[in-house]
């Protein structure tokens, strides 16, 4: 009997062109987008911030700070005429003699930000200014000391500033790897396709039981749980079918269009868990949206509204780490944030089953509640 | 076959049916008539099991509703007035489904689902898309689904409702060669000439209350032949207290 729910519900969702583009084209384009589209935001060597400089002192202390500026890949020197930069630096006349003066009454240097220019990026350039600035004041220093103490001119001041400090090790990472763009919109947007089960779901099951399909299996001795069972299981198999051709589409498709591959990280068991588990959830929902809504058009845009608002909050549309951090605890309300975490675990931090188990607890527990609600309307309704 | 005595089912404060009993034959069509919220559709959903009753006592074959659903459910079909199977799959797909849903299998499956093909008449789109089907094409599928099981007792909720007069016909003598194959029905339908024409009984259901079962030779005989059955179903719900 179960053969014949699967296959019955596995054609009809294939025959359905509208299901098929929402549950595989709609994420996988998704991917390749968000992807492409955020692909700067994870490169540690793009250029944040354009600058120029207004070089008014024309002094070798004042040519040596733009020199030290040139090293840094986060800032980029534009020539004005160019374009509008970011950030634009004016050293005034009397700037290298101002270097090592105790009690001046301008400031050093002048600098004119754009309005769009985030304070944390401000921030970021005043420190690398700062250092470059003690850096030449160290050098006059040792130039001004020199004759009193010579080992100090022996000190080659270059080398503090060459010399790596430290390295950045990316946790669960492997070596020399990176959280790229891919690592974090292949999960989202699997979450995200996972829950349009409720189109294929809801069409079928309401003109089931609009039709009195449902009546008549229900007639033929068919159970409310055989008849849940014959939904589950298939658009179990289909959603476990979303992921895998969306970690391909990460692997092998995303770096075809100049983007970095998905590394699906170590746990396959974790991996199949966290997939298991959040297709749990979108089932539930679809089928509890199903069983409520009257009309196929109500469940869909019901179903449709219901995923936007979960994906929303859940850090699907906006990665979390981008929320105030009032709004990353909301977030946890979404079921969809709890599967984006257990698949971030995997992808991103290199956990395995034993660290995502909460969430997959989390996801079975809210679809099982939401198929017992669903079985319970269901059979009342069932039984006029 | 079906012996139904003092059925009564409530909705809150509403009868739906009250104290209803019957019987009925095998072999034997029985059209149920009545106006629209009589009770009809609750006591054929009775009968299937799928409605629970407040008491009364049901036995179909000789074994009581409550305790042996299953089996009952088993030996019994339902052809509900829609077209209760999946638009979006062929004939052949639907009759293999509700075969398979079934546990018919096997060489008892190719039987059933031939033996359905050929009652209905349905051999030209076995792989046409119900969808694509026209509205009396549709009706014969809806019915070849209910005969899947060999049913002994067929229960048909207005199978001829919104169908052309020409393939009204067709459907009506495919149910009428189910009396020749021993089969027991309970027809509902609007149509009192439908009745007439392959009922041999009838049932008249007003207000939850059965105010007339009657041959449809002795009731026609009783109004000395001068009558027809649309006459005496307007009589008979028209007046409060009538009954035949």
């Not at chain 1, 409310?224 to 298939?234: D, H, N, Q, R």
């Not at chain 1, 079918?241 to 969306?246: D, E, G, P, R, T």
């Not at chain 1, 539930?284 to 219901?306: C, D, H, P, Y």
Request: glycine share 6%; with cysteine; aromatic share 8%.
């Amino acid at each position: 009997m179960l053969k014949q729910m699967l296959q019955k519900e596995f054609i009809l969702v294939l025959r359905d062109k509208h299901s098929l583009a929402a549950l595989f084209i709609m994420p996988f384009i998704f991917i390749l987008i968000m992807s492409m589209a955020l692909k700067d935001t994870f490169n540690s060597e793009r250029a944040l911030l354009t600058y120029e400089i207004i070089d008014l002192d024309k002094t070798l202390e004042s040519k040596t700070l733009q020199d030290f500026m040139l090293t840094s890949s986060f800032l980029q020197r534009q020539d004005s005429t160019e374009s509008e930069t970011h950030l634009s630096i004016t050293i005034p006349v009397g700037f290298a003699d101002a270097l090592l003066e105790k009690e001046r009454q301008e400031p050093l240097l002048q600098l004119s930000a754009a309005p769009d220019v985030k304070q944390e990026m401000i921030l970021i350039f005043r420190a690398k200014l700062t250092a470059d600035i003690m850096r030449l004041r160290l050098m006059q220093i040792q130039e001004k000391i020199a004759p009193f103490l010579p080992d100090a001119s022996q000190l080659n001041l270059d080398t503090f500033h060459s010399e790596k400090l430290f390295d950045i090790d990316y946790r669960g990472m492997q070596e020399n790897e990176q959280p790229t763009s891919t690592q974090q919109s292949v999960p989202s947007w699997i979450v995200f396709g996972m829950f349009f089960v409720i189109i294929p779901m809801s069409t079928v099951f309401i003109n089931e039981r609009k039709q009195k399909t449902l009546m008549r299996m229900a007639s033929m001795n068919i159970s409310i749980p055989a008849l849940f069972a014959g939904k589950v299981i298939p658009y179990l198999l289909i959603n476990q079918l979303q992921v895998l051709l969306m970690i391909g589409a990460g692997i092998y498709i995303v770096p075809l269009l100049g983007g970095d591959a998905l590394t699906p990280g170590h746990s396959l068991a974790g991996l199949a868990l966290v997939s298991i588990s959040l297709s749990f959830a979108a089932i539930g929902t679809s089928v509890l949206i199903a069983t409520l809504a009257k009309t196929v058009e109500q469940a869909t845009t019901v179903g449709g509204l219901i995923n936007i608002l979960f994906g929303a909050i859940g850090g699907v549309m906006v990665p979390k780490f981008y929320m105030p951090e009032s709004m990353q605890q909301f977030a946890n309300i979404s079921p969809m944030s709890w599967g984006l975490e257990g698949f971030l675990d995997i992808f991103l931090r290199g956990h395995g089953v034993k660290e995502i188990l909460p969430e997959a607890m989390a996801l079975c527990g809210f679809g099982l509640c939401l198929l017992l609600l669903a079985a319970t309307i269901l059979s009342k309704r069932l039984r006029v | 076959m079906i012996t139904i005595n003092n059925l009564c089912k409530r909705y809150d404060q509403q009868l739906a049916l009250d104290d209803v009993s019957l019987t009925l034959s095998k072999g034997r069509i029985l059209g149920l008539l009545g106006p629209n919220g009589a009770g009809k559709t609750t006591l054929v959903s009775i009968l299937n099991g799928l409605t629970p009753y407040q008491s009364g006592t049901i036995s179909i074959f000789g074994l009581n509703l409550t305790d042996n659903l299953p089996e009952i459910r088993r030996r019994s079909s339902f052809i509900p007035q829609s077209f209760a199977f999946y638009e979006n799959l062929s004939v052949i797909e639907n009759l293999r489904f509700f075969a398979g849903i079934q546990n018919i299998k096997d060489k008892a499956a190719l039987n059933a689902i031939e033996r359905a093909i050929a009652i209905n008449r349905l051999e030209a789109m076995l792989d046409k898309r119900a969808h694509s089907l026209s509205g009396g094409q549709k009706q014969r599928l809806n019915i070849a689904i209910g005969l899947l099981n060999d049913p002994e007792i067929i229960y048909l909720d207005e199978p001829t409702a919104g169908i052309d007069p020409e393939l009204r016909n067709s459907i009506l003598q495919t149910i009428h060669s189910f009396k020749d194959a021993g089969k027991t029905i309970i027809y509902t339908s609007h149509y009192m000439q439908e009745i007439e024409q392959i009922c041999d009984e009838v049932a008249i259901i007003k207000q939850g209350r059965i105010i007339c079962h009657e041959t449809i030779a002795k009731l026609l005989t009783k109004e000395n032949g001068t009558s027809n059955l649309e006459t005496i179903f307007l009589q008979l719900t028209a007046s409060e207290d009538a009954s035949c």
